[in-house]
Every structure is written in C-alpha cells, then in structure tokens.
C-alpha cells in the first residue's frame, strides 16, 4: 500500500483540527488565542487544499472544527458572563 501525499496532509489536518478543538476552550490570560487558533487555521488550510480529491473521509475536518470553535466561544462566553455576574 502506498501512502499519498493527501493521505499524509490528511493526517495532518485531522491531528491539528483535534489539538483546536481540545486546547481551544483555555482561555487563562487568553492563551487559546497562541495555543489552539493557528493549529485551526492551518488545519482549515490543509482541508482547503485536499478537499477536492474525491474522498469522504475529509468531511470530518470541518466538522472538527466547528466543534471547536464552538466550544472556544462557547467557553469565552461563559467566562466572560461569569466575570460580569459575580464581581
């Protein structure tokens, strides 16, 4: 079996896409920002780039990441309702 060049950036997004949705809800002196977004914004690159190659499994990319990012402004959201409520 040989290994292609969009299996490999495959890999690469869905591993970047996971490191986003996990790292992004830490919001601690706002270090999603540095942590978890450029490993999302590259990860949405890479599926940019091998998402017209014919296969169903890159569906689950973008998935990855709109899960993600809602979570990240989901917890952005409840910090910033939690600072304003209890002073």
């Not at 996990?22 to 998402?51: D, E, M």
């Amino acid at each position: 079996m040989k290994i292609a060049k969009n299996d490999i950036l495959f890999t690469l997004a869905l591993v970047f896409a996971l490191w986003f949705t996990t790292t992004g809800i830490f919001w601690v002196y706002w270090a999603a920002l540095f942590v978890a977004y450029p490993f999302g914004i590259a990860s949405l690159f890479i599926w940019q780039n091998i998402k017209n190659d014919g296969k169903k499994r890159n569906k689950i990319i973008p998935i990855v990441l709109i899960i993600g990012l809602l979570c990240s402004i989901g917890m952005l959201a409840w910090i910033y309702i939690q600072r304003n409520i209890v002073p």
